[in-house]
C-alpha cells in the first residue's frame, strides 16, 4: 500500500472485502536521533508498539471494538502516530474504499455511509486527495 511504502514498513491489515472500516489518522513523525521507530495509539497513550506486526493487531482490535466483527463502518477515527529517524513529519489519513453492493452482514446503504464518511473528510479546501 501508499502508506506502507510512505513508512516503509508492513502495518496495515489485509484481507477480503472492507479490511479499513475507520478512518486511519496516520502521523509520521521524523526524530533525528536515532533511538528506534515505533507507533503509539491515540487510545492507548504512553503506550509504544516497536512491533509493526503488533501494530497491525491493534489496528485490528480497534476496529473490531467500535465496529464489531460485522463489515459495518465508523467514523471514529484510530489515531496512529509513527516515530521514526526514516521519516518526514506528515500526516495521512486512510479511508474506506467505497463499497456500492452490501455484502455479508453490511447494512443495505453502506455505500451512503461510506460516501459520507469519505466527503467529511475530503471537503477541505486544505486537503490533497491520493486516490489509489
Known amino acids: 500500500s501508499l502508506l506502507e511504502a510512505l513508512v516503509g514498513r508492513a502495518f496495515l491489515p489485509t484481507g477480503a472485502g472492507v479490511v479499513t472500516r475507520r478512518p486511519l489518522i496516520l502521523q ?6 536515532d533511538n528506534g521507530e515505533w ?8 503506550e509504544r508498539f516497536e512491533s509493526f506486526d503488533d ?3 491493534e489496528i485490528v482490535r ?10 459495518s ?6 489515531v496512529l502516530q509513527v516515530t521514526s529517524p526514516r521519516l518526514i513529519t506528515l500526516t495521512l ?5 467505497i463499497a456500492r453492493v452490501p455484502v455479508g ?12 464518511l469519505i ?13 489509489v
Not at 28 to 33: M, N
Open 28 to 33: 509520521l513523525v521524523h526524530r533525528s536521533e
Open 39 to 46: 507507533g503509539e495509539f491515540g487510545h492507548l497513550p504512553g
Open 55 to 57: 501494530i497491525r493487531a
Open 62 to 71: 480497534e476496529t473490531e471494538r467500535i465496529c464489531g466483527r460485522q463489515q
Open 73 to 78: 463502518v465508523s467514523a471514529t477515527p484510530i
Open 93 to 97: 489519513v486512510d479511508l474506506p474504499g
Open 105 to 116: 452482514d453490511q447494512p443495505e446503504d453502506i455505500e451512503r455511509q461510506i460516501r459520507q
Open 119 to 131: 466527503m467529511s473528510h475530503i471537503s477541505s479546501p486544505r486537503c490533497l486527495i491520493l486516490a
